[in-house]
């Protein structure tokens, strides 16, 4: 059974940083992807990012891409979402979640958007990010 445990979330002002990170137990990164999620209050839950180490994919929602730096430490089974320059627009609880993938060979997923085409089957409990103004 694929586990998955999110923190490191927080209050931050504007302008700031902060590290989550994605504990998996139960799946290795060579057969799962694993993506970020969010859902601020009143809105549909995002897809903000994923990563495959089969295949080298990485994917990046459009709200966040040149601000958060997704990345994996096999060592540790830990997924790491970076997130910088941080706006009020982005506070959400933030989940991250399991596929199974095991990788579409030197092309990857390309320019698909996985969080919203795979089936996303493990779900980890969320950690919230606040970032005031």
């Known amino acids: 059974e694929v586990q998955l445990q999110a923190s490191g979330g927080g209050l931050v002002q504007a302008g700031g940083s902060l590290r989550l990170s994605c504990a998996v137990s139960?799946?290795?990164?060579?057969?799962?992807?694993i993506g970020w999620f969010r859902q601020a209050p009143g809105r549909e839950r995002e897809g903000v990012s994923a990563i495959s180490d089969a295949d080298g994919s990485r994917f990046y929602a459009d709200s966040v891409r040149g601000r958060f730096t997704i990345s994996s430490d096999n060592a540790k089974n830990t997924v790491y979402l970076q997130m910088n320059s941080l706006k009020p627009e982005d506070t959400a609880l933030y989940y991250c979640?399991?596929?199974?993938?095991?990788?579409?060979?030197?092309?990857?997923?390309?320019?698909?958007?996985?969080?919203?085409?795979?089936?996303?089957?493990?779900w980890g409990s969320g950690t919230q990010v606040t970032v005031s103004s």
């Open positions: 139960g799946a290795t990164f060579d057969r799962y992807a």
């Open positions: 979640a399991a596929a199974t993938y095991r990788g579409l060979g030197s092309t990857g997923w390309g320019s698909i958007d996985p969080t919203s085409l795979f089936e996303w089957s493990a």
